[in-house]
């Protein structure tokens, strides 16, 4: 098979512009971050002495709420300046990582504020005391949940800014916070009106959101330890960055593995004439792999740049190619064909095939390979299985029925 892999030399982890990018990232993160704790910090102090005061669970539990979302935002901070520490022998890729892990400490913080709310809003239920709520202390509520809205919107802010996934459901979680505030002042009004309590079942009501939140972070930061499919825009810039390329025709085999927000180490396979010289693929490779790293705010380094090399000169290679694109393409599953490769002479071809997840690809190469010999019976062929690592395949199949056409 015409696959010769070229390993690029791309900018380094420790580059001016990474350095930068990276320092005004965690400056961003690390202010938004004090901020909130701060709001959160004096948010718990007054809610727990309102609680307290008025003998209000419901609002105590709003308090360690608070309080834990202060602890978070700490830890938030600590994950992020260890996160950002230079690569070393044993972590050549960077710390990035570190901030997955952190956010399973903070879910695992939030987990426990959720159950120990739920098990304090039971005790309440079973044995209730009657609170008793002062003009001072339903205002000081009110003026929290305005707080909260106004905090969830520029934390959430800042963190799409810095591409923060943390920052993000940091937000979110204080415009949810608004919420179950909102649900603690309706408590506190229904019963200054009407002498009904509902006091602990509201508890248990926010203890129910703040367990979900918990294991929601949870499995996200799962997700992502574990490694997940390459992020659709970012592999869609990818494609344009080489669609303007005057030598590399498509982006195949894209890979992109997550360091860290924002930091990506990939590779992928691009066809290219079969005339060009090892001297222009080698241009053609650094300069493809600048631009992805300039263009990306240095987001993306490309450890490698795979070639298929594209028959340009036999019109019967050429023909057949088209032909058995259209064989493969007409089964189910089949998403893609590319990287094909013929010789004539030794009466030989190849190619690559991407299909879905969830068939049974060998099944489905063996009837291929029937479909195909039945019109080349004197050729031998190898088909190569690829999975769909990221959206570029499946959208070149919805565009274009002839993935070869530039």
Same mark, same amino acid.
């Given at each position: /098979?015409?696959?010769?892999?070229?390993?690029?030399?791309?900018?380094?982890?420790?580059?001016?512009?990474?350095?930068?990018?990276?320092?005004?990232?965690?400056?961003?993160?690390?202010?938004?971050?004090?901020?909130?704790?701060?709001?959160?910090?004096?948010?718990?102090?007054?809610?727990?002495?309102?609680?307290?005061?008025?003998?209000?669970?419901?609002?105590?539990?709003?308090?360690?709420?608070?309080?834990?979302?202060?602890?978070?935002?700490?830890?938030?901070?600590?994950?992020?300046?260890?996160?950002?520490?230079?690569?070393?022998?044993?972590?050549?890729?960077?710390?990035?990582?570190?901030?997955?892990?952190?956010?399973?400490?903070?879910?695992?913080?939030?987990? +426990?504020?959720? @159950?120990?709310?739920?098990?304090?809003?039971?005790?309440?239920?079973? $044995?209730?005391?009657?609170?008793?709520?002062?003009?001072?202390?339903?205002? @000081?509520?009110?003026?929290?949940?305005?707080?909260?809205?106004?905090?969830?919107?520029?934390?959430?802010?800042?963190?799409?800014?810095?591409?923060?996934?943390?920052?993000?459901?940091?937000?979110?979680?204080?415009?949810?916070?608004?919420?179950?505030?909102?649900?603690?002042?309706?408590?506190?009004?229904?019963?200054?009106?009407?002498?009904?309590?509902?006091?602990? +079942?509201?508890?248990?009501?926010?203890?129910?959101?703040?367990?979900?939140?918990?294991?929601?972070?949870?499995?996200?930061? /799962?997700?992502?330890?574990?490694?997940?499919?390459?992020?659709?825009?970012?592999?869609?810039?990818?494609?344009?960055?080489?669609?303007?390329?005057?030598?590399?025709?498509?982006?195949?085999?894209?890979?992109?593995?997550?360091?860290?927000?924002?930091?990506?180490?990939?590779?992928?396979?691009?066809?290219?004439?079969?005339?060009?010289?090892?001297?222009?693929?080698?241009? /053609?490779?650094?300069?493809?792999? $600048?631009?992805?790293?300039?263009?990306?705010?240095?987001?993306?380094?490309?450890?490698? @740049?795979?070639?298929?090399?594209?028959?340009?000169?036999?019109?019967?290679?050429?023909?057949?190619?088209?032909?058995?694109?259209?064989?493969? /393409?007409?089964?189910?599953?089949?998403?893609?064909?590319?990287?094909?490769?013929?010789?004539?002479?030794?009466?030989?071809?190849?190619?690559?095939?991407?299909?879905?997840?969830?068939?049974?690809?060998?099944?489905?190469?063996?009837?291929?390979?029937?479909?195909?010999?039945?019109?080349?019976?004197?050729?031998?062929?190898? @088909?190569?299985?690829?999975?769909?690592?990221?959206?570029?395949?499946?959208?070149?199949?919805?565009?274009?029925?002839?993935?070869?056409?530039?």
């Amino acid at each position: /098979m015409s696959d010769t892999s070229h390993t690029s030399h791309h900018p380094g982890t420790n580059s001016a512009a990474g350095r930068v990018h990276v320092r005004n990232r965690e400056k961003v993160i690390v202010r938004t971050s004090i901020i909130g704790i701060a709001v959160n910090v004096a948010l718990a102090a007054f809610k727990a002495a309102v609680g307290l005061l008025s003998n209000s669970i419901a609002v105590v539990l709003d308090a360690v709420n608070n309080l834990s979302d202060a602890i978070s935002s700490i830890i938030t901070i600590a994950g992020t300046k260890l996160s950002n520490r230079e690569a070393d022998r044993e972590h050549p890729f960077g710390h990035g990582r570190i901030e997955y892990i952190t956010t399973t400490v903070i879910a695992a913080i939030i987990m +426990y504020a959720g @159950i120990s709310s739920l098990i304090e809003s039971i005790k309440g239920i079973v $044995n209730p005391e009657t609170p008793a709520y002062s003009t001072t202390s339903l205002v @000081i509520i009110a003026v929290a949940v305005v707080v909260k809205i106004l905090l969830g919107r520029f934390v959430q802010a800042k963190g799409r800014q810095v591409h923060s996934d943390t920052l993000i459901a940091s937000g979110s979680d204080a415009l949810f916070d608004a919420v179950i505030s909102t649900s603690v002042l309706a408590a506190a009004l229904i019963f200054t009106f009407t002498s009904i309590s509902l006091e602990a +079942y509201v508890g248990v009501v926010i203890a129910g959101f703040i367990i979900k939140a918990a294991i929601e972070m949870f499995r996200d930061a /799962m997700k992502e330890i574990i490694g997940m499919r390459s992020d659709s825009e970012l592999s869609i810039r990818v494609a344009e960055i080489v669609a303007n390329d005057p030598e590399a025709e498509g982006v195949y085999d894209l890979i992109l593995h997550s360091y860290g927000p924002d930091r990506y180490v990939g590779s992928f396979h691009t066809e290219i004439s079969d005339q060009m010289t090892a001297s222009e693929i080698d241009t /053609m490779t650094r300069r493809l792999t $600048n631009e992805i790293y300039d263009q990306t705010d240095g987001q993306i380094i490309m450890a490698a @740049i795979g070639i298929y090399a594209r028959n340009t000169q036999d019109n019967a290679v050429i023909e057949m190619r088209t032909e058995v694109t259209k064989i493969a /393409m007409q089964h189910g599953g089949v998403i893609q064909v590319h990287g094909f490769t013929a010789n004539m002479d030794e009466k030989y071809m190849a190619f690559d095939m991407v299909v879905v997840f969830g068939i049974d690809s060998e099944a489905l190469m063996h009837h291929i390979m029937n479909d195909i010999s039945e019109k080349y019976p004197d050729f031998s062929l190898n @088909i190569k299985i690829d999975r769909d690592t990221s959206d570029l395949a499946s959208m070149s199949c919805e565009l274009d029925a002839d993935p070869y056409r530039k």
